[in-house]
């Protein structure tokens, strides 16, 4: 049986696109013939805090089943509201995970580590070289790209350059690079010197997320007859462009039947708060962070779902989780964003595409979608039949496992 060190700084019970998907693959790889240790923070993501069972100690092993055991390890948990904190918490990660493994050596085959954060990966690349594994990469944002113009951090910062060039040692030091897009794995191969890539798309565990009956069943609060409801879900993170989310909602104020929704939370909340102190719509309900399996609830409650990505070069490569999840619960989705997720929108059938950061065509694509029900209907109707063909969680998974195993015999 093979053997796989597999570093993720979020994991279940922690949401969020990184915990979900590497709870997918790791499940996975352990009925398939893996042997798999995961290490991964002691639960504190999206808001910073730390639940009480898990306050005592350094270290918590849970061993889920013969072939899959999570490793939890201290990090220096904060709600990550400056640069600084942020810093401290990736970095602490970064030591704890590879203080953990090297003080629990194995004889792995392969040391896994996705990012982001891409310090993660620093340890995981020096520790494949001790343990003399195979070092495989999964770059899900390209950093530093991604948080570039985010608040202190500008293209010329001594950060970035130093980022830059971890970034190219890290690939150019991997056996694998798992890419997510194909526009991103064009990026990363420029950079990579020769390093072989393999695209493993985001996908949707469909078992949970497809139409739901009845959502106010399982949702928290009450679903208002007779209202137009207009959603987000996921994250408060700097990739999503709740500013023009939250003025479009207050350009469709005169429409008093549309009810907007944000359900998520993160340490970033303060942000969210400060734009709805701002502009002070009166149409829209922040609910909070749900349980990930209430999520597909919430979603079918939907009239429309918004997927809004700020206006950046370095996000025109990825394409959010929460888009397949949309179409996966057959609801119409209007999108504001460049690159490839314009271009899988385009190909799903199921999205309306505006410019991102224009909260005037938002706020027409939404009023214009909800006159329209045929428009809305010819939307949903194939959008969970495109996600099963090509974005079926557990189908990557399998591809993954049939790579590693290749990657091995080498």
């Not at 089943?65 to 990660?93: C, E, G, H, P, Y």
């Not at 007859?225 to 207009?230: D, E």
């Not at 409650?301 to 888009?323: C, G, H, M, Q, Y």
Request: proline letters at 5%; charged letters at 25%.
């Amino acid at each position: 049986m093979k053997q796989i060190l597999y570093l993720s700084q979020y994991y279940p019970p922690e949401i969020g696109a990184g915990a979900v998907r590497s709870d997918a693959i790791t499940n996975y790889l352990a009925d398939d013939d893996w042997n798999v240790d995961v290490v991964c923070e002691i639960p504190n993501y999206p808001t910073g805090e730390t639940p009480d069972e898990y306050r005592d100690r350094w270290v918590y092993r849970e061993k889920v089943s013969d072939t899959l055991t999570i490793n939890r390890v201290w990090v220096k948990a904060n709600q990550r509201r400056n640069f600084l904190q942020q810093i401290t918490f990736f970095l602490s990660f970064m030591v704890s995970s590879f203080l953990f493994a090297v003080t629990h050596p194995k004889k792995y085959d392969v040391v896994y580590a996705t990012s982001p954060p891409i310090f993660a990966a620093i340890s995981g690349c020096i520790l494949a070289k001790l343990f003399g594994a195979k070092f495989v990469f999964e770059i899900r944002d390209i950093w530093p790209d991604s948080v570039v113009n985010e608040e202190e951090l500008e293209n010329n910062s001594l950060f970035v350059k130093i980022g830059n060039y971890i970034e190219r040692w890290l690939y150019r030091s991997a056996d694998l690079l798992i890419p997510v897009t194909e526009a991103s794995e064009k990026i990363i191969s420029r950079r990579a010197s020769g390093t072989p890539t393999s695209v493993i798309p985001n996908g949707v565990d469909l078992n949970l997320f497809n139409p739901k009956d009845n959502p106010q069943l399982h949702v928290d609060e009450p679903i208002e007859p007779g209202k137009f409801r207009v959603g987000y879900v996921g994250s408060l993170g700097f990739i999503h462009d709740l500013d023009t989310f939250i003025r479009a909602a207050k350009l469709c104020e005169s429409d008093s039947s549309i009810e907007f929704i944000i359900v998520g939370d993160s340490g970033r909340n303060n942000r969210l708060q400060y734009l709805l102190d701002e502009y002070q719509p009166a149409n829209i309900n922040w609910v909070g962070l749900k349980m990930h399996r209430q999520i597909p609830y919430y979603i079918s409650s939907f009239d429309i779902a918004i997927n809004p990505v700020n206006n950046r070069f370095a996000l025109e490569s990825i394409v959010t989780v929460k888009f397949y999840e949309y179409l996966a619960c057959e609801v119409p989705v209007i999108t504001s964003a460049r690159g490839a997720l314009e271009a899988i929108g385009r190909e799903s059938g199921g999205a309306v595409t505006v410019q991102p950061g224009e909260a005037d065509l938002l706020a027409k694509a939404i009023l214009k979608l909800k006159a329209d029900d045929q428009m809305r209907a010819d939307l949903s109707k194939h959008s969970f039949r495109f996600v099963k063909n090509n974005f079926d969680r557990y189908k990557h998974a399998a591809e993954l496992s049939k790579l590693l195993k290749k990657l091995t015999e080498n």
